[in-house]
């Protein structure tokens, strides 16, 4: 397994479009998506399935991580759970932009881990007061996270499938943390028309953009024959993968659509090139 992060000189050695002639697997429901936007860039043919699905939870739930009042610290860290808030307060009098506008002005900050979060919450009038160090995730949000004042609150708002580390690590900080599983995710059903065009033949490159969506694509498919190249988008991702029995080839040095591409062409480089006709 190989983090991508080219040598200064051989940086003119990768071709403008990496991806030429390639068959990508971006397992996104939308061809609007960065990642795909970003593999069609590249020359490559973007083949957008969703691989897994949201199910939000109760509206209890969320309407309890949606009442900002009195936090000191509102954590996001996936867009999904931005794109739940969002969803859940349109049903309610106030927008989730009325709404984070209100707390920020009382003294509520947020922190956020991933481009994709951060882009989702511009969408609603926010910029990020603390945003994860690269390579961006848990540990190195919590690297710069503050240390609680006395009764501070952190709300943590969530996927149910989200690892316990940063609520135990804010915990470790003296953070009073209110964890809110706000959706969940599940494997998404294919249709035979699907499953043919990913199997017959497999795409060059499968990237791995989530554990949940490797865990999916193992349960719908199998592991994916040796020869196609499998690129990670971070660690959590690549870890799942391991577990599953999948290898992979290369891990994006930082979890962008780019460098997601980049560990892409990383991967394809290091493989022969007459592996298109595989079956």
């Not at 309890?64 to 049903?91: E, I, P, Y």
């Not at 926010?126 to 995730?137: D, I, K, M, N």
Request: negative net charge.
């Amino acid at each position: 397994m190989t983090t991508t992060g080219e040598e200064p000189h051989t940086q003119n050695l990768v071709p403008a479009r990496p991806l030429a002639g390639r068959r990508v697997l971006v397992p996104r429901p939308d061809a609007s998506d960065p990642i795909a936007r970003a593999v069609e860039h590249a020359g490559g043919q973007a083949l957008t399935i969703a691989l897994t699905e949201s199910v939000p939870a109760a509206d209890a739930v969320v309407n309890r991580a949606l009442d900002f009042t009195g936090a000191a610290w509102l954590v996001l860290t996936s867009a999904r759970t931005v794109t739940a808030l969002a969803s859940q307060a349109q049903r309610t009098a106030d927008s989730l932009q009325e709404r984070l506008t209100r707390a920020v002005a009382a003294g509520m900050r947020i922190a956020v881990v991933g481009p994709a979060t951060a882009r989702a919450l511009a969408e609603f009038g926010q910029e990020p007061h603390l945003r994860a160090g690269a390579p961006e995730s848990a540990a190195t949000l919590l690297q710069d996270f503050p240390a609680a004042t006395a009764d501070a609150r952190v709300l943590l708002p969530c996927s149910a499938l989200a690892s316990p580390e940063l609520a135990d690590g804010l915990r470790a900080l003296g953070w009073a943390v209110e964890r809110a599983e706000v959706y969940s995710t599940r494997t998404a059903q294919l249709g035979e028309a699907e499953r043919a065009q990913l199997t017959q033949p497999w795409p060059d490159v499968v990237l791995l953009t989530a554990g949940s969506t490797v865990r999916a694509l193992h349960s719908l498919l199998g592991p994916p024959p040796a020869e196609v190249a499998l690129a990670a988008i971070g660690a959590s991702a690549a870890e799942a993968a391991q577990e599953a029995g999948m290898r992979v080839d290369a891990v994006a040095a930082e979890a962008t659509p780019a460098g997601l591409i980049s560990a892409a062409a990383h991967a394809l480089r290091h493989r022969p090139l007459d592996l298109g006709a595989h079956g």
